[in-house]
């Protein structure tokens, strides 16, 4: 039964060889909680009386709208489970296969994790963009995994699952790992290793010993309580949880404050470089200059002059219909240069960040989908209407931590063009000066 050993999962989604549900553990799909009927699978009381055809149950049925996309659980729904006993094959020898070295601001993060995982403990990483998370997080996974625990990897964003697989493959070479995330090709298969979108934790119950949740501010995850559900349910109740974030929210900063969530903070990258500065640029009323079609004012300033010296780009936009006039707006100026649009619905999302950290494109016009999760090697980043709401404080650090992130090319020119100021703006910036200010006084960066 390992096929759904720490998992949930409605009868239709058992394999024929597991047809016989004599000794799994049996879940409603709705309970009553405080008064409340709830959905077992999601945490929500978001729930509709069926209107189509009535229930094959025969009585007054209604099921969960929230995570109707994961299958239909309804009052009638019975979730099979059967006990995470984490019964591994045996891992060959070395598990651990990465060979780089860790700076001594990762080596002592690497240390706290370590110790984390050992003690069954919860703490936060609080990481600038670019500070390596994913290597000071090797050595505790190698110590669960030699301790026989069962080990998941979570994010809320598909490109940092995406961005994260390759390297934990060359990581831990031999240790078979699965990739988890809407619309994979991959079926499901057992091991002891996983890397997963946060809305696949649905599936899950007391499966993992080690939960690490990487972006844990990104969106959907930061405001959605069924994620949070999901991942509480996911992670044995004796497990250890690891949060890592570069901007983690306001209630987690006072939680460090009260002393009520352990945390470790790294302010510096690990190449030892500063981060970029954003520079706040005010660029007047851009979106009537798109609707006008004039490819004029500062942006196009700057962006000619990019294009010049053959700087590459990535050049955030609010909204996908102010993105696509202005990619229109850009071909007829410079018809020469070569680039595309992305966003989380586009088909084409995956090969597209592929085809520019190839560098076979100048610039990508891109929504926020890109604000992290993704790394190019030496690239500018501009945002246009820095101003909107879409862009908020913690949106914007970790959009200016695209720039700079390689150690050959720490420099990366990172510019806000605004029509209005906004306190998120001033406090992005305020934001990545006082992790510089930080780095310096604990003598983390380098001598320039």
């Given at each position: 039964?390992?096929?759904?050993s720490?998992?949930?999962?409605?009868?239709?989604?058992?394999?024929?060889?597991?047809?016989?549900t004599?000794?799994?553990?049996?879940?409603?799909?709705?309970?009553?909680?405080?008064g409340?009927?709830?959905?077992?699978?999601?945490g929500?009381?978001?729930?509709?009386?069926?209107?189509?055809?009535?229930?094959?149950?025969?009585?007054n049925?209604?099921?969960?709208?929230?995570c109707?996309?994961?299958?239909k659980i309804?009052?009638?729904?019975?979730?099979?489970?059967?006990?995470?006993?984490n019964?591994?094959s045996l891992?060959?020898e070395?598990?651990l296969?990465w060979?780089?070295?860790?700076s001594?601001?990762q080596?002592?993060?690497?240390?706290?994790?370590?110790e984390?995982?050992?003690?069954?403990?919860?703490?936060?990483?609080?990481?600038?963009?670019?500070?390596?998370?994913?290597?000071m997080?090797?050595?505790?996974?190698?110590l669960?995994?030699?301790?026989?625990?069962?080990?998941?990897?979570?994010?809320?964003?598909?490109?940092v699952?995406?961005?994260?697989?390759?390297?934990?493959?060359s990581?831990?070479?031999?240790?078979?790992?699965?990739?988890?995330?809407?619309?994979?090709?991959?079926?499901?298969?057992?091991?002891q290793?996983?890397?997963?979108?946060?809305?696949?934790?649905?599936?899950?119950?007391?499966?993992?010993?080690?939960?690490i949740?990487?972006?844990?501010?990104?969106?959907?995850?930061?405001?959605?309580q069924?994620?949070?559900?999901?991942?509480?349910?996911?992670?044995?109740?004796n497990?250890?949880?690891?949060?890592l974030?570069?901007?983690?929210?306001?209630?987690?900063?006072?939680?460090?404050?009260l002393?009520?969530?352990?945390?470790?903070?790294?302010?510096?990258?690990?190449?030892?470089?500063?981060?970029?500065?954003?520079?706040?640029?005010?660029?007047?009323d851009?979106?009537?200059?798109?609707?006008?079609?004039?490819a004029?004012?500062?942006?196009?300033?700057?962006?000619?002059?990019?294009?010049?010296?053959?700087?590459?780009?990535?050049?955030?936009?609010?909204?996908?219909?102010?993105?696509q006039?202005?990619?229109?707006?850009i071909?007829?100026?410079?018809?020469?240069?070569?680039?595309?649009?992305?966003?989380?619905?586009?088909?084409q999302?995956?090969?597209k960040?592929?085809?520019?950290?190839?560098?076979k494109?100048?610039?990508?016009?891109?929504?926020t989908?890109?604000?992290?999760?993704?790394?190019f090697?030496?690239?500018?980043?501009?945002v246009?209407?820095?101003?909107?709401?879409?862009?908020?404080?913690?949106?914007?650090?970790?959009?200016?931590?695209?720039?700079?992130?390689?150690?050959?090319?720490?420099?990366?020119?990172?510019?806000f063009?605004y029509?209005?100021?906004?306190?998120?703006?001033?406090?992005?910036?305020r934001?990545?000066?006082?992790m510089?200010?930080?780095?310096?006084?604990?003598?983390?960066?380098?001598?320039?």
């Open positions: 039964m390992l096929e759904i720490g998992r949930e999962v409605l009868k239709e989604e058992i394999t024929s060889l597991l047809k016989d004599s000794g799994m553990t049996k879940i409603k799909g709705f309970k009553e909680v405080n409340h009927v709830q959905c077992s699978r999601c929500t009381r978001d729930r509709k009386k069926r209107q189509e055809a009535p229930c094959t149950c025969r009585n049925c209604y099921y969960c709208i929230n109707l996309q994961m299958g309804k009052a009638c729904s019975i979730l099979y489970t059967v006990k995470e006993r019964q591994f891992l060959m070395p598990i296969t060979k780089g070295e860790l001594k601001q080596e002592d993060a690497s240390t706290d994790i370590i984390t995982i050992r003690l069954n403990e919860e703490r936060l990483i609080w990481a600038v963009a670019g500070a390596g998370k994913t290597e997080i090797f050595k505790g996974i190698e669960a995994l030699r301790a026989k625990k069962r080990v998941c990897i979570a994010s809320p964003r598909v490109d699952c995406l961005e994260l697989a390759p390297r934990l493959k990581a831990f070479e031999t240790v078979p790992l699965a990739v988890l995330y809407g619309g994979s090709d991959e079926p499901y298969r057992y091991t290793l996983v890397i997963a979108t946060t809305h696949q934790l649905l599936r899950f119950n007391q499966a993992f010993d080690v939960l949740i990487d972006e844990i501010d990104a969106f959907p995850f930061n405001i959605d069924s994620l949070q559900y999901a991942a509480k349910k996911a992670r044995k109740e497990g250890a949880l690891l949060f974030s570069a901007t983690p929210s306001k209630n987690m900063q006072r939680s460090i404050k002393g009520e969530l352990k945390a470790t903070i790294l302010p510096a990258r690990y190449h030892g470089y500063p981060l970029p500065q954003p520079e706040l640029i005010w660029c007047g851009w979106q009537k200059k798109i609707r006008c079609q004039k004029t004012g500062v942006f196009f300033t700057f962006l000619k002059k990019n294009l010049h010296k053959k700087r590459r780009m990535l050049i955030f936009l609010p909204n996908i219909v102010l993105m006039k202005l990619a229109s707006q071909k007829d100026c410079f018809p020469e240069a070569i680039f595309t649009t992305v966003y989380a619905e586009d088909p999302r995956k090969e960040i592929i085809d520019m950290r190839q560098e494109y100048d610039f990508l016009l891109t929504t989908i890109l604000e992290r999760g993704v790394t090697k030496d690239i500018d980043v501009f246009l209407g820095a101003e909107d709401r879409t862009f908020t404080e913690s949106a914007l650090v970790q959009i200016a931590g695209r720039a700079g992130r390689h150690r050959d090319f720490p420099d990366g020119m990172v510019l063009f029509y209005g100021k906004t306190r998120a703006l001033k406090e992005s910036v934001q990545v000066k006082k510089n200010r930080l780095a310096r006084e604990r003598g983390l960066l380098k001598k320039c």
